[in-house]
């Protein structure tokens, strides 16, 4: 016999088992969303802190280079390390400007800029991120090491 509620006696107090259906339905509504966005934004994150690492290091060896020749190879191969040692294996695209007249003019600034297209996990979509870092060549850099 089903409980009756005494202040309304034509209302029954008790469904069992509907409530964990409607619990578990609701969840997987709420959740599998919720757990794929996360796993997005944090897939985008750990990118764009890669990609600010890599430009970074790169900008650093870029203004340390010991000529205009070996300027873009020290920056790539710096970014591409960067961004390895975080577990990316998309390819790095690496963009060098320069504001002096030759590069590694004291004073003179250097932009190293790094991109990459990443894939979202669980979602067949992919972004293009990127990142830029400016340093200044030393002033009292000699002409050549």
Wanted: net charge negative.
């Amino acid at each position: 016999m089903l409980p009756w509620n005494k202040a309304r006696p034509n209302v029954v107090t008790s469904e069992p088992g509907n409530a964990v259906v409607e619990f578990v339905g609701i969840m997987a509504v709420i959740i599998v969303p919720a757990l794929v966005l996360i796993s997005a934004l944090g897939t985008l994150a750990a990118a764009q802190f890669a990609l600010n690492a890599a430009a970074r290091d790169a900008v650093r060896e870029a203004v340390r280079a010991p000529d205009e020749t070996a300027i873009y190879q020290h920056a790539q191969e710096t970014a591409e390390e960067v961004w390895s040692n975080r577990e990316f294996t998309e390819p790095l695209i690496t963009a060098v400007s320069c504001q002096g007249a030759p590069c590694l003019t004291p004073g003179a600034d250097i932009t190293i800029t790094v991109s990459a297209t990443v894939p979202i996990p669980l979602i067949d979509r992919h972004y293009t991120l990127s990142a830029s870092q400016t340093m200044k060549v030393d002033a009292f850099r000699a002409g050549s090491p």
